[in-house]
């Protein structure tokens, strides 16, 4: 059977109760400076749009692109950089904006790639974590929530590149019948 969105783990009203938080303790630890986010591709591009907005000061933004699953739900444990920062960092105080942890392999290569680059600071902001699954210890800043062992999609993530668009995050269910 093919697998569908199923169970709504978090509501959009939840989504937006907590981000909100997040870009005020934000704001709170970067005050007097103008921090860059830095979104992670594919997946954070939902969670950025709207946390840069919940961050009550200025901040300049860019993007990075991991890939670092290569089937299904299955992580291939290899992590390449697949578009770079359009900005050098050097002196900044970076927030890395990423959607999941899951083995942490990919923030740990993401924060060593930019650490190298020598910012003032740098900082993580994930929307999901998935703790059960950690691989290697990465240290997180700022949490949205902590889900389970479980594949979900929408808000950002996908399954196959599907279900992105769905304004709440749901679990990847393959009991349900198959749509007709
Ligand atoms: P990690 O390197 O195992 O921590 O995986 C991080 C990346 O795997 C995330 O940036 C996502 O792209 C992807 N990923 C992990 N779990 C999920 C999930 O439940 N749904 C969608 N993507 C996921």
């Known amino acids: 059977m093919t697998p569908r969105p199923g169970r709504v783990l978090i509501s959009e009203t939840e989504l937006r109760a907590r981000i ?3 870009g005020a303790e934000i704001g709170r630890d970067h005050a007097g400076e103008v ?6 591709l594919q997946g954070a591009f939902l969670f950025m749009a709207d946390l840069i907005r919940a961050v009550p000061m200025d901040v300049t933004t860019d993007f990075i692109g991991v890939a670092s699953y290569s089937v299904g739900t ?10 770079d920062l359009s900005m050098p960092i050097e ?3 970076v927030v890395i904006v990423e959607d ?10 993401l924060k060593r790639t930019l650490e190298a680059r020598h910012p003032a600071t740098l900082r993580v902001c994930v929307l999901v974590d998935k703790i ?4 290697v210890e990465v240290a997180l800043d700022y949490v949205g929530f902590t889900i389970p062992n479980v ?4 808000y950002g993530f996908d399954h196959q590149g599907l279900y992105r ?4 995050v749901a679990a990847l269910e393959t009991d349900g019948p198959d749509p007709v």
């Open 165 to 168: 668009n769905l304004p709440h």
């Open 91 to 93: 002196g900044r105080r």
């Open 132 to 135: 059960e699954r950690r691989k």
């Open 20 to 22: 909100a938080e997040l």
């Open 151 to 154: 594949f979900v999609v929408g």
């Open 35 to 40: 921090p860059v986010l830095v979104g992670v």
């Open 74 to 83: 299955r992580s291939s444990g290899q992590v390449r950089l697949t578009s």
């Open 100 to 109: 999941i942890v899951d083995t942490g392999l990919t923030l740990t290569y």
